[in-house]
């Protein structure tokens, strides 16, 4: 029978600070916790997501995966049950000006999924029903690596007056290079994040349903406080239960069945 289609999904934005490492730990680690396989993908710069989930990065990184040193199955490391991570370190800047400049250097990424998905078959290893790549802010050679290595991506929002601007931009890049490459890649969704009930907050929600109608995820993450404490002790929502975890816990939660239902549907 042919190999299912795996949902590999980049967490974008060309701003910072909108909640893209969050949402990956959060959302991968709420799935992984449903029972989905989930594998998360660091190609931060600031490798934030690996120092998030306690990663060894004394292994192959992205960046080895990036220039070719290493398979993604070489690369990748078992954090929490169902849940799976190819870490990121300071050496990704390197990859970043050598994919700049190297030819094909913006499918890399694709390509190594590729070889993973033939040595996946030859070794029989199960398959994971989610991949994160949690993207650097900007549009450089990474970000376009993981666009392109992805088939949906997840735009977070967060309460700033830019935010829906920079929303547009970001869809709007990832659309123009799909369309360069041959290569579709799907809106799955525009996520709210780090929430208030404020007037400024109410406006940026009701012009995201204006710009992207239900393509607005009906999960809103809730600003909380309790996300800070949970990445200090490197911990996520997941790991601490429904009742430490408190509302942005049951965000996620909701937000993790949302996204199921949606990719279910492609």
């Known amino acids: 029978s042919a190999p299912r289609r795996i949902m590999i999904i980049s967490i974008v934005n060309t701003k910072g600070g909108v909640g893209k490492t969050v949402t990956a730990v959060n959302l991968g680690a709420a799935l992984a916790a449903q029972g989905k396989r989930v594998l998360l993908l660091d190609v931060d710069l600031q490798g934030g997501l690996s120092q998030y989930l306690g990663a060894d990065v004394s292994g192959a990184t992205t960046a080895d995966v990036l220039s070719g040193g290493a398979g993604i199955e070489e690369a990748t490391q078992q954090v929490r049950p169902n849940l799976f991570l190819i870490p990121a370190t300071a050496s990704m800047e390197g990859a970043e000006v050598e994919l700049s400049g190297a030819s094909g250097g913006e499918v890399r990424l694709r390509r190594a999924f590729k070889r993973w998905a033939q040595f996946r078959r030859g070794a029989e290893l199960p398959d994971y029903d989610f991949v994160f790549i949690d993207c650097p802010s900007g549009w450089g050679a990474v970000t376009r690596n993981a666009l392109l290595a992805s088939n949906a991506i997840i735009v977070p929002v967060n309460s700033e007056p830019a935010a829906v601007f920079n929303a547009v931009s970001t869809v709007a890049s990832a659309r123009e290079l799909g369309e360069y490459h041959d290569h579709e890649i799907l809106l799955l969704g525009v996520l709210l994040t780090r ?38 002790s490197q911990e996520t929502l997941s790991d601490v239960g429904a009742k430490a975890s408190g509302p942005v816990g049951a965000d996620y939660a909701a937000l993790a069945r949302e996204v199921c239902e949606r990719s279910s549907h492609q």
Do not use: C, P, Y
């Open 195 to 232: 929430f208030r009930s404020t007037n400024a907050a109410k406006f940026i929600e009701e012009q995201a349903h204006e710009t992207w109608g239900d393509l607005v995820f009906g999960s809103k993450i809730r600003q909380a406080e309790r996300i800070n404490e949970l990445a200090m």
